[in-house]
């Protein structure tokens, strides 16, 4: 009697826990599954597609950045007063895709959340090429990016220039490429026991030489495990503050100056919060297909979607509440081009993509407070696009609507992109696709030994601490 | 199961009767030397009562927010905590009786309130359809009906939990704590607009909600954690708190100080560059005139000291230590409650006064009367909770 209802206790706790991993799972299952993708399935003719599409709107970047180099940035849709566009816009998108990975590998682990364990490595890696996009756009702007130099990094040079140090453009360059090699240094750092697996599984030679070398002799021993999470817990430390800084100075770049709708003091926590969301709604479109098609409903499970789906919700509302702060205080400031700039997005020329913004990032995810809702594949994959869009819609207002009508009614004009701008935001597009289907061919896409550890034999065996 | 017994034992509640006393003896004394202060100087009254009232809300707020934000995380840092929130968040129908001098000084606290300055000036005429006093009662009416709504149901699930069991309550407690969030969100916002902003009613920021979350966060960590190891003297305490739980603890204390730096600096690095009058009063009034230093001295001892303290694995862990670090946070939190309130009455320079001291023992003492009172009904923890168990077994997920 006493003993059911110990069992009836733990029950609870004990079904959050089974609810990450699908029943059955034991220790070589799991390595089964996970190596067996990389090291001896054929790809899918779905993957041959996916890899496909990205080929071809990569080609698209090629030949837009080709033109760009050889017309200039008269190609893009920018001009007087719209001087920020396309890239700014698409350059913000990216590296607040990128936000995520970080958050999951780096905040959820240091708040022991379990359920981020089949999602961490392929979050990381969207990190990575989210950021490779990004970094595309500051390089390219001016259409000369062989005089990045000059303007990116500062380095004594004769003639006495330096680079604005006072400018948040400056400090992104800082900002970015610390978040980009931390980020890759996490992600590399906990693909090496997986590595080791890989080459001790390779049959091919080629396999054996380079999931060798890429492993770096480990051996799994005791030693290396001590200093493999010590490293970890450190990456952890120092990618989170990373999470904050990078969209801040993001922000930054918007809110020191004195336009009004750029400048306010919310624009940090949040740039910061919205870069969370859309982080999570594209860790949500991959996961999706992933998983369907290679069959890892059992690791990518329905908890792991609602809880993205809540993360979603809750991150959804702190950008709906920076919304709602900047319609209630361009009003209450009583300053007249504060409110102008307010009527301006709801009234303005561009106003459907106003409201288009407030329906898909502060109305449409509403709907994940129903739990039907969070555990619905379609409507999980439906709102992860519509979450994307929203988010992109968000930066193209920020952009476009404070720059388009000046202080002075003499220097108002529009901004509309051009096939160029089209083209080359498509083909950033298409890198983050090609690299990332190149990634689940060659790499453990879910990693294999924290699988290992969150299977209930984990815990009598004592692996899990 | 677990060998603890839950039931607070006599000898605690001996010891929570007498400090519970000495509290209410220190709001006494502080209520009847505030009650002369009136007399002697009314104006400076309202204003040293209104920054001690901001900083003793906070607790009331943030204990009802982490309540409810442990109901939907999960954790086993609030489990340990609960009954100390939940203790927090029953204060409410307290505070209300003590907003009453506030609402009596209206007119002497608010330079927005009397109605012919709307009548003068331009920027104050503009935003008087939401500065003014009707409505300035009415949103104060709200920001009450949902803390104690939201506090003495959260209170009530709690306490059914505790005779009967995990479910239903377990789901309840959930579903009712995510729009509870999303309402003290909102309830904080124009808390601190209303309370806080308005003194200064022509400046205006769109973090100011948010900064003063983070205020709240830091005060009700700090406040909880040093409770928490008041109460770890004795069983039950003693036997269920384990370093890993003050460890947690210690860790989100941390990340809030963090967050606390990161919106002021925030708010402070933007107005600095866009240098725009209407923007920069706020802090010219708060970096020259001797406040300066307490500008300062809350960027040092607010942030990076104990910024440099709280990442030592071993503070967080030891009682005795963590809990030097949180009372020190508190009185930082006060300090801090002290600069955004009065250099917008005190522009000309800073100007201490007895009833600075006053008015924090007065509020302080009664709403420690009043926690004390609160906390000693129910048991030290949830016992109802069905992750207690994983809780005190496991140090929680």
Not at chain 1, 116 to 134: D, G, K, P
Not at chain 1, 262 to 274: C, K, L, R
Not at chain 1, 303 to 315: D, F, I, Q, S, Y
Not at chain 1, 333 to 348: D, L, P, V
Request: aromatic content about 16%; glycine content about 8%; charged content about 10%.
């Amino acid at each position: 009697m006493e003993n059911t209802s110990t069992v009836k206790e733990l029950s609870l706790a004990e079904r959050e826990r089974a609810a990450v991993i699908g029943p059955g799972h034991t220790f070589a299952t799991i390595t089964d599954k996970i190596a067996s993708i990389v090291l001896h399935e054929p790809s899918p003719a779905s993957w041959w597609l996916g890899l496909l599409i990205g080929l071809t709107l990569l080609s698209g970047l090629g030949l837009s950045v080709g033109y760009l180099l050889f017309k200039g940035t008269g190609i893009w849709g920018i001009n007087i007063p719209v001087g920020w566009g396309f890239a700014i816009i698409n350059f913000v998108w990216w590296i607040g895709i990128g936000h995520a990975g970080t958050l999951i590998s780096a905040i959820l682990l240091l708040l022991k959340q379990r359920w981020r364990t089949s999602i961490n490595r392929f979050a990381e890696a969207m990190t990575l090429f989210a950021v490779a996009c990004a970094a595309i756009f500051p390089v390219i702007h001016t259409g000369r990016p062989w005089l990045a130099a000059y303007w990116l990094f500062p380095y004594p040079n004769t003639m006495a220039l330096m680079p604005q140090f006072r400018s948040p453009l400056m400090w992104d360059v800082f900002a970015v490429s610390t978040y980009g090699t931390v980020s890759l240094l996490f992600w590399y750092v906990g693909l090496i026991p997986d590595l080791a697996t890989l080459r001790d599984r390779a049959t091919a030679k080629f396999q054996k030489i380079a999931y060798g070398i890429l492993s770096l002799g480990w051996r799994g021993s005791a030693v290396h495990w001590h200093r493999y999470e010590t490293a970890s817990l450190l990456l952890a430390g120092l990618a989170t503050p990373l999470v904050l800084s990078v969209h801040t100075i993001v922000s930054f770049d918007f809110a020191v100056s004195v336009i009004p709708g750029w400048h306010a003091t919310i624009f940090p926590p949040y740039f910061v919060a919205g870069a969370i969301f859309s982080g999570f709604a594209m860790v949500v479109t991959l996961s999706i297909p992933i998983r369907a098609i290679y069959g890892l409903q059992d690791f990518i499970t329905l908890k792991h979607l609602e809880n993205m789906a809540k993360v979603m919700l809750a991150t959804g509302w702190i950008v709906f509440y920076g919304y709602l702060m900047e319609i209630f205080i361009a009003w209450y400031s009583g300053n007249e081009y504060e409110r102008y700039m307010m009527i301006n997005r709801q009234m303005g020329p561009y106003a459907p993509f106003y409201w288009a913004l407030i329906f898909c990032n502060g109305i449409a995810p509403q709907i994940f407070w129903w739990k039907k809702a969070r555990t619905s594949i379609p409507i999980l994959f439906i709102m992860s696009i519509v979450i994307n869009i929203g988010m992109w819609l968000e930066r193209f207002i920020i952009v476009v609507t404070s720059l388009h009508r000046d202080f002075l009614p003499s220097s108002w004009g529009m901004y509309w992109p051009t096939i160029w701008d089209w083209m080359t935001y498509a083909g950033t597009l298409g890198l983050f696709l090609t690299l990332f289907f190149l990634f689940i061919r060659v790499l453990p896409m879910i990693s294999i030994f924290e699988m290992r550890t969150i299977i209930p034999q984990a815990k009598v065996a004592g692996v899990h601490k | 199961m677990s060998a603890i017994p839950y039931n607070t034992p006599a000898e605690l509640l001996g010891e929570m009767d007498r400090t519970r006393s000495r509290w209410l003896l220190a709001g006494l004394l502080g209520l009847a030397a505030a009650a002369g202060g009136y007399f002697a100087d009314p104006q400076r009254f309202f204003q040293s009562y209104l920054y001690a009232y901001v900083f003793v809300f906070g607790l009331a707020m943030g204990s009802l927010a982490l309540t409810m934000l442990n109901h939907l995380t999960g954790g086993a840092w609030g489990i340990m905590i609960r009954r100390i929130l939940e203790a927090g968040s029953r204060t409410f129908p307290l505070l209300l009786i003590l907003f009453l001098p506030i609402a009596l000084g209206v007119f002497q606290i608010f330079p927005w309130a009397p109605h012919e300055v709307a009548e003068q000036d331009h920027l104050i005429h503009e935003k008087s359809a939401y500065l003014n006093v009707p409505f300035f009662f009415a949103r104060v009416a709200g920001y009450f009906l949902i803390c104690l709504f939201l506090s003495f149901r959260i209170s009530r699930l709690s306490a059914q939990q505790d005779e009967h069991g995990a479910e239903p309550y377990y789901t309840k407690l959930q579903r009712l704590s995510g729009p509870g969030i999303l309402l003290y969100g909102l309830t904080v916002t124009f808390f601190s607009i209303d309370l806080i902003m308005s003194l200064d009613p022509h400046w205006f920021s769109t973090i100011f909600g948010i900064l003063l979350l983070g205020c709240q966060g830091v005060s009700t960590f700090a406040f909880a954690i040093m409770v928490l190891v008041w109460l770890m003297r004795q069983r039950p305490m003693s036997e269920a708190v384990r370093s890993v739980h003050l460890h947690d603890l210690g860790k989100l204390m941390f990340a809030f100080v963090n967050l606390f730096a990161y919106f002021n600096f925030s708010q402070f690095l933007i107005i600095w560059s866009g240098n725009l009058p209407e923007e920069t009063t706020w802090y010219l009034k708060r970096t020259t005139g001797g406040w300066q230093y307490v500008s300062i001295a809350i960027m040092v001892l607010h942030f990076f000291v104990p910024f440099f303290l709280l990442l030592s694995r071993n503070l967080k862990r030891t009682p005795g230590k963590v809990s030097k670090v949180a009372g020190w946070l508190i009185f930082m939190q006060l300090v801090n409650a002290y600069w955004l309130v009065m250099p917008s009455f005190h522009e000309r320079g800073i100007h201490l006064h007895w009833l600075d001291a006053a008015t924090p023992l007065a509020i302080g003492g009664l709403w420690m009367w009043v926690f004390l009172g609160q906390l000693k009904q129910r048991p030290l923890l949830p016992v109802g909770d069905p992750m207690l168990e994983e809780a005190l077994h496991s140090g929680g997920h």
